[in-house]
């Protein structure tokens, strides 16, 4: 078999959740968007409500409906896109709550389901999703009469602890939200981390569950081994892969590894990357192609039938930072080449 094998690692999800949910005396949700963020919502999904998660969030009415198949019913399940034109039946049908961004999407809401949950998104700097301080002023009375579930925003630099704009943030939702009882959420995985003022009633953690950055404490949750195809000896001044860009200073050996771009495995990433065999680092060499990468293993004193580019000895955010990137698009980029084996 010349699949590349991704493990998950479900019970390190559960336990993400806990630690998370163990720094907040508050409600902690779980973001499922994007499939788990690559990982598979049918089978995480169903672990987090396991280890005590009743809110889940996605990012569209497709994704909620997906999910309420998975999970049931009973857990909560809130849209982050709201209320968009066409929704109208899967929210009914699966029993979602949309985050109302705009004025329109509350009319469009109370027109098509009059008595129906919603949420409210609120934009307190991001300028990404939410009503501004002045539409939300206009809707506020009209809006908390019908006591939504949440009143929520989001964070633009909760991954910089530092950064004054989470301070400007929380003083601005504080400030839209004075007065309002319902239930009220900032934080997603960094904002969960900055402490207790930016808790409210209800955490939203995503990448944190996942084993990602900024939740330094994570364990991780994915394993990526790489099957090696073919072994091949080059002599000095050969090169290996597309548009000759590496060449073989000595004698080399090496592995040609049945993964590429097409899984994910960004060609940015390719000068600088590494994989492991068992503890040894091996180099990538060469270009990444669609399917296949080229490692040196002259290093090694046996020849390996499959390498590791994600695991204990280098996380996501590892992998990312060859690239220049972050976790998230990492995660989100796996491909559904690999064969997904989930670890209980
Ligand atoms: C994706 C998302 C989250 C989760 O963010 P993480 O950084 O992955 O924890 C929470 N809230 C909103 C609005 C989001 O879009």
Redesign the pocket.
């Known amino acids: 078999m010349s699949t590349a094998v991704l493990t998950i690692d479900l019970s390190a999800v559960a336990s993400n959740w806990r630690h998370l949910n163990a720094q907040t005396g508050v409600e902690t949700a779980a ?1 499922v ?1 994007a499939d788990a ?1 690559g990982l598979g919502m049918d089978r995480v999904a169903p672990a987090l409500a396991e280890a005590g998660a009743r809110q889940f ?1 996605v ?1 569209v009415a497709e994704e909620g409906a997906e999910l309420r198949e998975i999970l049931g019913p009973g857990p909560e399940i809130s849209i ?1 896109s709201g209320h968009m034109d066409g929704d109208a039946p899967l929210i009914r049908d699966a029993d979602l709550i949309p985050m109302i961004n705009s004025v329109d999407q509350m009319v469009r809401h109370v027109e098509a389901m009059p008595a129906g949950k919603f949420g409210v ?1 609120l934009d307190t700097g991001m300028n990404r ?1 939410g009503l501004e301080d002045g539409e939300w002023q206009a809707l506020r009375d009209i809006a908390l009469e019908q006591s939504p579930t949440l009143i ?1 925003s ?1 964070l633009a630099c ?2 910089e602890p530092t950064h004054e704009m989470n301070l400007q943030q929380l003083e601005q939702f504080r400030s839209m939200t004075a007065g309002v009882d319902a239930p009220l959420s900032l934080a ?3 904002g969960l981390l900055l402490g207790s003022e930016f808790h409210f009633d209800l955490t ?5 569950l996942y084993g ?1 950055l900024p939740h330094v404490d994570a364990l991780p949750v994915v394993t990526l081994d790489i099957p090696v195809i073919q072994i091949r000896d080059v002599a000095a001044g050969e090169t290996v892969g597309y548009a000759n860009s590496w060449t073989a200073k000595t004698p080399a050996r090496i592995a040609t590894i049945s993964a590429g771009y097409a899984d994910g495995l960004i060609r940015a990433m390719g000068p600088n990357a590494r994989l492991h065999a068992d503890e040894t680092p091996v180099p990538v060499v060469g270009r990444i192609s669609m399917d296949l990468i080229g490692v040196d293993v002259t290093a090694l004193d046996a020849d390996p039938t499959s390498l590791q580019l994600i695991g204990p000895h280098q996380s996501v955010d590892t992998i990312a930072g060859f690239a220049g990137t972050i976790g ?1 698009e990492i995660l989100t980029s796996l491909g559904a080449r690999y064969k997904r084996e989930f670890l209980l």
């Open positions: 973001v968007k963020y969030f990012a982050f998104q999703l929520l989001h909760a991954d997603a995985t960094g939203r953690p995503g990448i944190g990602g998230y």
